[in-house]
């Protein structure tokens, strides 16, 4: 029996992968995911509402639960806590904290002898301001010590841009729906940005997906336009991936997926942030079997149900026959939206693939800078690159110039 804890966003593709296999799975919810719990339960799945550590343990243990996943960035802690109580085998436990504070991971890499940004722990404007003092590099990044989908990061220029973004997000609650009740002052990482997206296995880390972000910069905030697969690493790339490596084991990750993202700087790489989940907010499972041969979700699905099966993955080398590009749709505005007028020429582009999460005519959009993908995510495989960025480009513009959704000003309240 297994157990997924807080299968929503990505992870009810996670879910959906184990239910293809025929895995006897408990989906575990907590109470802030009540909706979801009550959807599994009307579909015949079976679930348990999470309501306090020690019962729910129990509960697992009676139905003969032998391995726990944490199934979204909802799922993390509550998986660790229970597969201690339960005894099974998961995450280095004492290394808990810094797989989920922002700080704390940067301290884990700082003890195991690893490069990383410059980063400090702030409570208060007052020693924001202290901080600021000793500063010497801007552009600095403010950011919350715990969210998800650039909900809250801030690219500051100067001392005062930064005290105005530590006052918008402290003390507020962030999409994980905690209270932001610290902020991290961190150097700014120039270069590009990848994510690495990995499967572990007592210890051993196989690299499932290796992407290049583009990052775009609005009003001070990071906005995620695409990931674009790398099928080949070069030097460099095979240098960034060795060193995620070296930063899942600073971090006690040894079991299942992880998503990291990490800066290859001209330093060399840099830790971001790693998430001890599968990628979200999307994992259409088809357009990374065309690219890849599988999907994040489905090789975890492997290791746990096929341990030996994918074992004989770490003999392989890291490659793809094409390269997939997810793409964050976005709004030119904030607004309601009437029709998504983008679509016919997306679906004529050279590699276009498939749609997923397209709002519905008459809602509203709003936050046009976080990547959770409300706006919509599209995707494009194909064999050739540079036919991919081209269609990127051509998407892009479209989207930039207000030709993929047309909008109605949002009422005021």
């Avoid at 994040?296 to 096929?306: D, G, P, S």
Wanted: include cysteine; charge should be negative.
């Amino acid at each position: 029996m297994i157990a997924l804890v807080n299968p929503v966003s990505s992870g009810s593709e996670l879910a959906a992968a184990f239910a293809e296999e025929g895995a006897d799975c408990l989906l575990v919810h907590t109470r802030d995911q009540a909706s979801a719990f009550h959807r599994a339960t009307a579909n015949g799945r079976r679930s348990h509402l999470h309501t306090e550590l020690a019962g729910t343990a129990e509960y697992l243990r009676s139905a003969g639960v032998r391995t726990v996943i944490a199934a979204s960035e909802f799922g993390v802690t509550l998986a660790d806590e229970l597969s201690e109580l339960l005894g099974l085998p998961h995450h280095r436990h004492e290394l808990r904290a810094a797989r989920r504070d922002k700080y704390l991971m940067a301290r884990a890499l700082a003890d195991a002898g690893l490069p990383h940004a410059r980063t400090v722990l702030l409570r208060t404007e007052a020693e924001l301001r202290d901080a600021l003092d000793g500063w010497d590099a801007f552009p600095l990044v403010i950011k919350p010590l715990n969210s998800a989908g650039s909900d809250g990061c801030h690219i500051s220029a100067d001392a005062a841009e930064a005290v105005a973004a530590f006052r918008r997000i402290a003390g507020r609650p962030n999409l994980t729906g905690e209270v932001n009740d610290a902020v991290l002052l961190q150097e700014f990482l120039q270069g590009t940005q990848y994510i690495v997206n990995t499967v572990s296995m007592e210890g051993r880390h196989l690299t499932s997906e290796v992407y290049a972000e583009r990052i775009d910069r609005s009003e001070g905030a990071p906005v995620l336009r695409h990931i674009i697969s790398r099928p080949v690493l070069n030097d460099a790339e095979r240098e960034l991936v060795d060193y995620v490596s070296r930063c899942l084991d600073a971090l006690g990750i040894r079991e299942g997926a992880a998503h990291t993202e990490v800066m290859l700087t001209g330093r060399g790489p840099r830790l971001v942030e790693v998430n001890s989940r599968v990628m979200g907010p999307s994992l259409a499972p088809d357009p990374y079997h065309a690219a890849f041969g599988y999907s994040h979700q489905h090789l975890v699905v492997e290791r746990f149900l096929r341990p030996q099966e994918f074992a004989r993955r770490f003999e392989l080398p890291y490659t793809a026959a094409r390269t997939v590009a997810k793409v964050f749709l976005r709004p030119h505005r904030p607004g309601v939206l009437l029709a998504v007028e983008g679509a016919r020429v997306l679906r004529r582009l050279a590699g276009f693939h498939s749609i997923d999460r397209l709002p519905a005519v008459g809602e509203p959009i709003h936050d046009r800078h976080l990547t959770t993908g409300r706006s919509g995510i599209a995707y494009l495989v194909h064999e050739d690159e540079d036919l991919l960025l081209s269609s990127l480009g051509v998407l892009h513009d479209l989207e930039d110039t207000g030709g993929f959704y047309r909008l109605a000003e949002a009422e005021r309240n």
